[in-house]
Structure formats: structure tokens, C-alpha cells
């Protein structure tokens, strides 16, 4: 008797941890290679806030990709999507607010250069932020997005390479956003 409840429950038990788990399988994101350089995670299980929602994030380090890259995509609905499209069609509000952030008294000592990125069907930048002394290398970054009724879908890159961030940026915009 309690192999034939064991067998009738088996099936509706293995169904229920599929469902339950499909939370925990991370979405590639479109326009990276589909080889085991780049790693997705699983971010429907990290919503942290209701501002944003995370679609996808994939990272690629060296040596399996050199330079390494993280590319993100997310929604953002309501004033965080205004504040958002605002910057990426004038990234030189970002540059201003990340030298003098609100709360210091002292400028923050960085070299920070943003760019309208002008050859893109979407708004989008590309920033460099690096420490003012030189004694860090710098990290490069671009953001495209695009608008969906109220929301806004952003890829994000960033990474140790200008070139290829931009370009990762360009072909995973391509992709996520449409062309």
C-alpha cells in the first residue's frame, strides 16, 4: 500500500519542485555567446525592490574572456524609468552628480568622461571612471535603453576595455531591445 501512495505522489512531486524551481534558471542574455565563458544568474529569486526588475545578467572573466565583461539587462517603471531615460540622453547629468555626490562635503577625486553615444537607434552613453591619482586602472561602461509604454528596458556593460564594451553593448542592445 505505501509504494502504490509513494508512485501516485511521485509524479505530482516531481512536477511541483520542477515548477518551484524554474525561479532558480538563470536567462542568458541575448546577443553573448551561448558557450560556458559567459555565466548567467538566476535573478527572479533576488528582487530586492519594486523599482526595477532584473531580466537577465551574465558575466565573463579571464582568462575564458579577456577582457571581463558583466552585461545586465533590467525594466524600470515609474520615476526611476524618467530619472533613467534622462541620463541617457544627457550622461553628463551622471558625470556631475558622481563628482559631487549629495551628502559630501568634498568632491569625490575621480576622473570621470561620459559620451553620448550618437550611432545607435536607442539613447545610450559610455562612461570612464577611474581614480584621479592613477593608481587604479579604470572601468569602462555604456547603457542603451529603450521605452515600452511607462517602462524602460536597459542593457547595461560594464568592464576593463572601452572597445569591448561598447561593441558588447551595441550587439546585446541589438538583441534585447530590437533593432
Not at 533613467?84 to 577625486?109: F, I, N, W
Not at 562612461?127 to 591619482?133: C, F
Request: proline content about 9%; aromatic content about 4%.
Amino acid at each position: 500500500m505505501s509504494i502504490r501512495l509513494l508512485r501516485s505522489c511521485l509524479l505530482p512531486l516531481a512536477i511541483a519542485l520542477t515548477a518551484v524551481s524554474c525561479g532558480y534558471i538563470p536567462r542568458q542574455v541575448a546577443g553573448l555567446p551561448s558557450d560556458a565563458s559567459w555565466d548567467a544568474l538566476p535573478l527572479r529569486k533576488w528582487l530586492a525592490e519594486d523599482r526595477a526588475e532584473p531580466v537577465a545578467l551574465a558575466f565573463c572573466t579571464p582568462p575564458e574572456c579577456s577582457p571581463g565583461l558583466a552585461v545586465s539587462v533590467i525594466r524600470l517603471t515609474g520615476k526611476d524609468a524618467e530619472i533613467t531615460d534622462a541620463v541617457l540622453r544627457d550622461p553628463e547629468r551622471l558625470a556631475r552628480a558622481l563628482r559631487s555626490p549629495a551628502g559630501r562635503e568634498k568632491p569625490v577625486k575621480a576622473r570621470i568622461t561620459v559620451e553620448r553615444i550618437k550611432d545607435a537607434p536607442y539613447p545610450g552613453f559610455a562612461i570612464d571612471l577611474a581614480p584621479a591619482d592613477g593608481g587604479k586602472r579604470p572601468a569602462y561602461g555604456a547603457a542603451f535603453g529603450k521605452r515600452e509604454g511607462e517602462a524602460l528596458s536597459v542593457v547595461l556593460v560594464i568592464g576593463e576595455s572601452p572597445d569591448a564594451v561598447r561593441e558588447t553593448a551595441k550587439e546585446v542592445a541589438a538583441r534585447e531591445l530590437g533593432s
